[in-house]
């Protein structure tokens, strides 16, 4: 078995700061993704990436960048925090090839003051 | 882009009953939709998926159906029991041309009364 880490649990900061979420995994998945969960609008893709040093835009890209250095590890930077942002950052990873069902971290636990 | 519905936000059982989670999809050529599910104050986790090469699939209590000339799929859950109630979310990907992009449905919670 495996476990994906994210770091931190909880992440509070201020509007027009630039915030860094980190995610590790050691299932030694291809492919890893970050989605933004809102309560009552689903999980929305914010960035994946297929192999190491790749990155693809999902539909909620804009405001953020993300990092894939290693296999093991995704990063994702709110470039610009919004005031009163309220959200769940989930990262998970999965075999690649678009057919294998995905595992997910804990979560971060963004606020905005 | 896919675009997946799911029908029911809000969906409450007795124990023992069935339940059952409908959703669509729009694009012809997504070919893999899984089913996760939250319990409250956790993550997501993966119970059971279909792959269009099949239009059915059971494990355990949980059935999924696809229908692939309607773009519809549905989770049944049999003899519920307390422990199901959490929120269910399905979603379809396309594995052609490279793209691993899965879509989510919103998610039902699913409450399960003793």
Known sequence: GGIITQTPKFLIG???QKLTLKCQQNFNHDTMYWYRQDSGKG??????????NDLQKGD??????????????????????????MAVFLCASSIPGGSYEQYFGPGTRLTVL | GEKVEQHES????????SA???CTYTDTASSYFPWYKQEAGKSLHFVIDIRSNVDRKQSQRLTVLLDKKAKRFSLHITATQPEDSAIYFCAASSTSGGNY???????????VHP
Do not use: H, M
């Not at chain 1, 999980?43 to 190491?52: A, D, F, G, K, V």
């Open chain 1, 14 to 16: 201020q509007e027009g």
């Open chain 1, 43 to 52: 999980l929305r893709l914010i960035y994946y990436s297929i192999t190491e």
């Open chain 1, 60 to 85: 909620l890209s804009e405001g953020y960048d993300a990092s894939r250095e290693k296999k093991s590890s995704f990063s994702l930077t709110v470039t610009s925090a919004q005031k009163n942002e």
């Open chain 2, 10 to 17: 809000t969906l409450s059982v007795r124990e023992g009953d």
């Open chain 2, 20 to 22: 059952v989670i409908n």
């Open chain 2, 101 to 111: 992009k899965p879509t989510f449905g919103k998610g039902t919670s699913l409450v």
